[in-house]
């Protein structure tokens, strides 16, 4: 199956994924389980930052738009994380190295799990800063906006990391 379709259809399972998770799983108040940003994390270094900004801003507008949520809040956050995505690689990425990277996607077989666990964390914060600052809108005190990003990035990095480990080295192999 060529690259194009592999991603393209990951993207759709994501999407649905996303809806349905939103809809049905209430794990805490504070927690907002969002599966859809691996999909920004996973994409291969080698696309260009307007690429991957406008392929954000595409399934962040696809989550709102089929989510009881804020219109645009997902799109907005998800378009800011793709934004810094090359400067989290190249920061967190091997020096020297980034030509390895060109042409395979982020997965455990590709990038050592240390690795991937700090770009993980560092894209989920931008993720969960903007999300959350723009959901709250200052109605919320300083210390409860700090648990809820800090639940947040901890609870999402540990189900992204699983869900990589468990089933997208093998779907994009």
Known sequence: MNRALKYSTLGAIMII???LLSEYVN???LVYIAIFPQFIILLPPSMNRTLYMLTAFALGLCIDLLSDGIMGLNAAALTAMAYVRPLVLKFTLPKGNLDNYENVPLIPRTVEIPT???IT???LTV???IY???DSAASFTLGYTLLKLLACITANTLVSILLNLALLDKILR
């Open 27 to 29: 794990i805490w108040p």
């Open 116 to 118: 991937l666990v700090l």
């Open 17 to 19: 994924c996303q809806i």
């Open 132 to 134: 959350i600052l723009m």
């Open 121 to 123: 964390v560092l894209l």
């Open 127 to 129: 993720f969960f800063t």
